[in-house]
Antibody, heavy 120, light 111 residues
Framework: QVQLQESGPGLVKPSETLSLTCTVSGGSISRGYWSWIRQSPGKGLECIGYIHYSGSTNYNPSLKSRVIMSVDTSKNQFSLKLSSVTAADTAVYYC??????????????WGRGTLVTVSS | QSALTQPRSVSGSPGQSVTISCTGTSSDVGGYHYVSWYQQHPGKVPKLMIYDVSKRPSGVPDRFSGSKSGNTASLTISGLQAEDEADYYCCSYVGTYTFVVFGGGTKLTVL
């Protein structure tokens, strides 16, 4: 079955750019929507945005000025870049998708998550 | 877009029923039939339990049910079991540009 796996640095310096990649295995990325969600330590969930396999994107308005998502169908990967990070961006970052209904507002398949700490 | 409002904690004894509320506005919960609920055990990945307000994905026990009235959605867990102890998050579609908003989460304790 389809599995997702996040990868990227676990430590990013303030003001720098956080870069993460999600690798899709067991299936093709060339369908549906692919999302990034984060969870700050001890806090709730926040959807960062999503990318369609065609490359179209939609970002959370609160993060929009700092977010870029991209997809590489040849590698079955999609990526997240979050610029000008601060300590408030410290969180577990999940990549996720939805297979039930083909929409971008449910998430029934998640990666294991990767903790990114912003600190000098 | 403000987070949806959930109680910080609820509790119940094994076998009992508990209901977790999720209050939003007419721009989110009240405006769409796209409410979902996620279960998250400590250190684990969130799991989709309910979608489209009241539908259960395959494999989710029918002890879990969802409903909505006006701007408030609810998750009811009947026949509580120890394994149900977890954090629960509601989520609502809010339109094309903001697309989803989560609740702050509710910690369920099985006494």
């Amino acid at each position: 079955q389809v599995q997702l796996q996040e990868s990227g640095p676990g430590l990013v310096k303030p003001s720098e750019t956080l870069s993460l990649t999600c690798t899709v295995s067991g299936g093709s990325i060339s369908r549906g929507y692919w999302s990034w969600i984060r969870q700050s330590p001890g806090k709730g969930l926040e959807c960062i945005g999503y990318i369609h396999y065609s490359g179209s994107t939609n970002y959370n308005p609160s993060l929009k000025s700092r977010v870029i998502m991209s997809v590489d169908t040849s590698k079955n990967q999609f990526s997240l870049k979050l610029s000008s990070v601060t300590a408030a961006d410290t969180a577990v970052y999940y990549c996720a998708t939805e297979e039930l209904t083909g929409t971008y507002w449910y998430f029934d398949l998640w990666g294991r998550g990767t903790l990114v700490t912003v600190s000098s | 877009q403000s987070a949806l409002t959930q109680p910080r904690s609820v509790s119940g004894s094994p076998g009992q029923s508990v209901t977790i509320s999720c209050t939003g506005t007419s721009s989110d919960v009240g405006g769409y039939h796209y409410v979902s609920w996620y279960q998250q055990h400590p250190g684990k990945v969130p799991k989709l339990m309910i979608y489209d307000v009241s539908k259960r994905p395959s494999g989710v026990p029918d002890r879990f049910s969802g409903s909505k009235s006006g701007n408030t959605a609810s998750l009811t867990i009947s026949g509580l079991q120890a394994e149900d102890e977890a954090d629960y998050y509601c989520c609502s579609y809010v339109g094309t540009y903001t697309f989803v908003v989560f609740g702050g989460g509710t910690k369920l304790t099985v006494l």
